[in-house]
Structures are given as C-alpha cells and as structure tokens.
C-alpha cells in the first residue's frame, strides 16, 4: 500500500511567494508537494482550491517590492467594466518607477516602467495605479471606443446606484475632472487621442457596461444623445429612474439584463415601473443583450426611428 502523502499546513495559502512561504516558517519540503503548482518562478497555487486572482497578486507583489499593477490588471482591481474577452490577469501587468531599473520580467506577467509622478493606491492589499490614471493607460490598449467610455463610466457610478449598493462608500471612483486632469499631465503616453476622444463621451450615472455601449451606439446612428438615469416624475407624481431617456419627446429605453428576468421581484418591478410610464404617455422600448447583435441593433434602430417618428407626427 502506498504511503500515504501529509496534508499542506492550514496557513498555508491559495497561492503564495516561496519567500514569503519560507520567511513564515514553511519548510523547503513542503514546496515540492504533489497538490502544489508552479505558477511561475518562485510562486506556487494549490491544485485543489480554485485560482485566486487577488492573492495571485498578492504573491506577485512579494516578489516585485516596488512593483504597481497597472492597465487591465488595475482596471479589474477598481472593478472597471472590461469587456468579457478582456483578460486582465493573464497576463498580469506590473510596473515600477523608471529610476528603479528595467521593467519587471517573468512568465505571464507584462513589464511597464511608470513615471515618477504617476498616481498609485493601495486597494484589496495591492497596489494600483489610481483610477484615472488606470483609465488613459486603457486607451492606449486594443479596447474599443465604446468599451473604453464603458470603463470610463464605471468610473463615474453614482453613490446610490446599484454598484454603490454592494460597495459602499466607494463610488464614485473619479471625476471627469480628474480624468481630464491625467489627460492634459500625460500629452505623450500611447493611446493620449483616443482618450482625448472618449472623455468627451463619458457621462456620470450609468448603472451598467451596456447602458454606456448602448448609449454610444445609438449616437452613432445619428440621434439626440439620451440622458442617463435620469429621475422622472409622473403625473401620479411617482418618481422612476428609466435607463435612456428623451424627456422632452417622452421617448426611454430599458436595458434588461439577466438579472432582471431571474429576479422575480425585480421582474415585477419593471413592470409595474413601465406601465406607470405608458399610462403617462411614455413609449418604453425595452431591450436585452440581443441587442448588440447585428439583427438585434437594425430592429431597435428601426423602432427607435419609428418612435421619434410618431412624436413628430403628434402620435
């Protein structure tokens, strides 16, 4: 019968530096046992426990004294809204201040050098470049226009919004002002163009990643830019917050996302909350992720046309 293998020691983490492992009294031995993976050199995860972006992080950072966590990987630690197929931690970004020597080198990590006035905090135990500073290095990657205001937006949540709701006390996360301000500081960084272009576009309020794409799309298409989130009163003086608004035509558009078909209360809510707006003389065009499909956009394109069509007509 085979020996039977000793389990890892309770401290032992998800994943972790084998300098800090070693300097809290782990023994050599215990880096070489079987349920243990090299993640890279001088880290290691435990097979069995699910992959800890954070605590990835955390290890990187043992290993990188002065290093800062920089572009997607700061944005996902801010909870900035990336697109599905952005992958933020693979590789890992990490830099540190160009006086301190070359840029950080290892397996899956991507190496950048920071100015010596770049803005960085301390947030979940790692550090990251501050927000807005986060957002302008974004413009300089491969996201999209409309992808790049979404996280801009994400930004710019209101304090009791749903986000807000979850993270208390965090939101909002910047300005424009502030993003306006690492513009101007940061004339000659990759991408200073696009975010020249794309902070134009943000707007403060915006409850989710598709709320931002939808609203820029549908600028694109050539019509007056919606207000976000804004507080409609009705004539029973009820006060409801529709996504997409044209108040002066009494024209919204509902963004419905999966949440609000799983949740039964907040199914009802939606819609108790859109036949209050249509006995008030609303037209309420709901939309779901269907919409950034190419069929799905040119029907919502025609609806919409439709509906500012019967406001000019006096429909």
């Not at 996280?151 to 807000?164: F, I, V, Y």
């Not at 301000?181 to 975010?195: E, F, N, P």
């Not at 949440?259 to 939309?287: C, E, N, T, Y």
Request: glycine fraction near 6%; charge should be positive.
């Amino acid at each position: 019968m085979p020996p039977q293998k000793r389990p890892l020691p309770d401290q032992v983490p998800s994943v972790f530096s084998t300098q800090q492992a070693l300097a809290e009294g782990l023994k050599a031995q215990h880096l070489r046992h079987p349920d243990l993976e090299v993640v890279s050199r001088g880290i290691r995860r435990q097979s069995s426990i699910p992959h800890d972006d954070l605590a990835h992080l955390a290890a990187l950072q043992d290993i990188h004294g002065l290093g800062v966590f920089t572009h997607e990987t700061a944005a996902a630690v801010w909870g900035m809204w990336l697109p599905p197929w952005c992958t933020p931690f693979d590789p890992v970004h990490v830099a540190k201040a160009r006086q301190a020597g070359p840029r950080p080198r290892r397996k899956r990590v991507q190496g950048h050098l920071l100015p010596t006035d770049a803005v960085i905090r301390r947030v979940t135990g790692v550090r990251v470049t501050g927000p807005a500073w986060t957002w302008v290095q974004l413009a300089g990657t491969d996201l999209s226009l409309e992808h790049l205001v979404a996280a801009g937006d994400s930004l710019l949540q209101s304090s009791d919004g749903p986000t807000a709701e979850r993270e208390s006390g965090m939101h909002p996360l910047s300005s424009i002002q502030n993003i306006q301000d690492v513009i101007a500081k940061r004339t000659k960084v990759k991408g200073i163009r696009r975010a020249r272009q794309a902070v134009e576009l943000l707007r403060e309020g915006a409850d989710s990643p598709q709320e931002s794409r939808l609203r820029i799309r549908i600028v694109d298409a050539g019509f007056p830019e919606p207000v976000v989130n804004p507080e409609v009163v009705l004539s029973t003086g009820e006060r409801v917050p529709p996504d997409l608004v044209w108040e002066d035509v009494k024209i919204c558009v509902q963004y419905e996302g999966d949440h609000h078909r799983s949740d039964a209360q907040q199914w009802d809510r939606d819609i108790h909350r859109d036949r209050r707006m249509q006995f008030d003389g609303w037209i309420v065009l709901r939309v779901t992720k269907q919409v950034f499909t190419r069929g799905g956009w040119d029907t919502f394109v025609r609806d919409l046309r439709r509906s500012f069509a019967s406001r000019e007509s006096g429909l």
